[in-house]
T-cell receptor
């Protein structure tokens, strides 16, 4: 079956660093995506990993280990506007289908 | 470049009715995927269209259908609406050049409420 697990909720302090974990078990793998979704808005693309290792993009970094079926999203220098849901998604190897986790609701407190 | 657009943004229907939602992808994007988002189930894949052909399908009943036009615009239709169809319907487009870096970009969604 297809399964993607993320923590439901996390809380962090403004200026701190937070790591959001994602584990997956899918029949195929053709890349892992992280999206950010603010309440009432569409998901926006944050990062993409297809090979093992770390991808860095400003305050956001994403890591992938294909052998462990594991990824994390690292957010540095947290800002209040980072309060949102973070979605981990795996692209099935059959074309453009994305399988999403339930999302991690991050609350950033002053 | 304009983003993905979806119409209408909000819709209220009653049980048994049918509904058609529209999606215009980013210019040059050839693939359109549809997702249903609910608080309980999260984001679930409905189907993907590429070059006017359905390429992938999720685990939804036959009441959910879609199509894509030659200009890559897509519509999805839900017939015989049920209360459980109340959700945010999101459309996403991508270039689909065949490369592994194809990223899906989402539209603002259509909020469907079934009474």
């Amino acid at each position: 079956g297809q399964n993607i697990d993320q923590p439901t909720e996390m809380t962090a302090t403004e200026g701190a660093i937070v790591q959001i974990n994602c584990t997956y078990q899918t029949s195929g793998f053709n890349g892992l995506f992280w999206y950010q979704q603010h309440a009432g808005e569409a998901p926006t693309f944050l990062s993409y990993n297809v090979l093992d290792g770390l991808e860095e993009k400003g305050r956001f970094s994403s890591f992938l280990s294909r052998s462990k079926g594991y990824s994390y999203l690292l957010l540095k220098e947290l800002q209040m506007k980072d309060s949102a849901s973070y979605l981990c998604a795996v692209r099935d190897n059959q074309g453009g289908k994305l399988i999403f986790g339930q999302g991690t609701e991050l609350s950033v407190k002053p | 470049k304009a983003g993905v657009t979806q119409t209408p943004r909000y819709l209220i229907k009653t049980r048994g009715q049918q509904v058609t939602l529209s999606c215009s992808p980013i210019s040059g994007h050839r693939s359109v995927s549809w997702y249903q988002q609910t608080p309980g189930q999260g984001l679930q894949f409905l189907f993907e269209y590429f070059s006017e052909t359905q390429r992938n399908k999720g685990n939804f009943p036959g009441r959910f259908s879609g199509r894509q036009f030659s200009n890559s615009r897509s519509e999805m239709n839900v017939s015989t609406l049920e209360l459980g169809d109340s959700a945010l319907y999101l459309c996403a487009s991508s270039l689909q050049t065949g490369g592994t870096t194809d990223t899906q970009y989402f539209g603002p969604g259509t909020r469907l409420t079934v009474l």
